[in-house]
């Protein structure tokens, strides 16, 4: 059996702002400012965070991630969203529809979404040579052993494939908490149990 190593990035909640809700948040023509690179090209943490409150009328603190996307994502855990009152499905990245909606408040106004709060499926993120050396696909699912004092497996992982990608497992803070991992330990991909792809 054929294994191999994936470091570990683990997300903690955060959200993804459209340009447009960014502008009723912070007003017309804000930048948001970069604070430090994330594993992904491109990709950043912000110094901006927004306030977001569930119907329970509790509030988090959500710091936005960058640069800006098409529609406004709330990507949360499971704890999370029990805590704000809400029941998000676990979706992929960008699938945002018959999602539950949250306010969102900023300094500069307030946006009521309609959609948009997800538990983010687990992922690996593949950069093409890595999955044409592995005989990996898009939107594939495979297993991932995690080996700590909390050793388990995590099944359905899925298989995001991108030229640009960085080779990275991503998973949230009730997964990593559950394993007692954090970023940049290493997990297992246990290539014997690939599945068929997932249809999303």
């Not at 988090?60 to 800006?68: A, F, N, S, W, Y």
């Not at 696909?137 to 960085?166: C, G, H, M, P, S």
Request: with cysteine.
């Amino acid at each position: 059996m054929e294994e191999i190593k994936v470091p570990i990035g683990v997300s903690a909640r955060h959200i993804h702002l459209s340009i447009e809700d960014k502008e009723r948040l912070f007003g017309p023509g804000y930048k948001i400012t970069p604070r430090n690179p994330l594993s992904q090209k491109g990709q950043f943490a912000c110094e901006e965070e927004v306030e977001v409150i569930g119907p329970k009328g509790r509030s988090l603190k959500l710091r936005i991630l960058g640069p800006e996307r098409k529609s406004t994502q709330v990507e949360l855990s499971l704890t999370d969203a029990i805590f704000l009152g809400l029941q998000p499905p676990v979706r992929d990245s960008g699938d945002i529809e018959g999602t539950p909606g949250i306010k969102v408040i900023g300094p500069k106004g307030e946006v009521n979404l309609e959609k948009g709060v997800i538990i983010a499926w687990r992922h690996i993120h593949t950069p093409t040579q890595m999955a044409e050396r592995l005989g990996l696909y898009d939107k594939q699912l495979v297993k991932v052993r995690l080996e700590t004092i909390r050793a388990l497996i995590f099944e359905n992982v899925l298989i995001r494939v991108r030229d640009d990608f960085v080779w990275e497992l991503h998973i949230d803070t009730d997964e990593a908490n559950a394993a007692m991992v954090k970023t940049g330990d290493v997990a297992t991909l246990i290539l014997e149990e690939v599945k068929e792809k997932v249809r999303l």
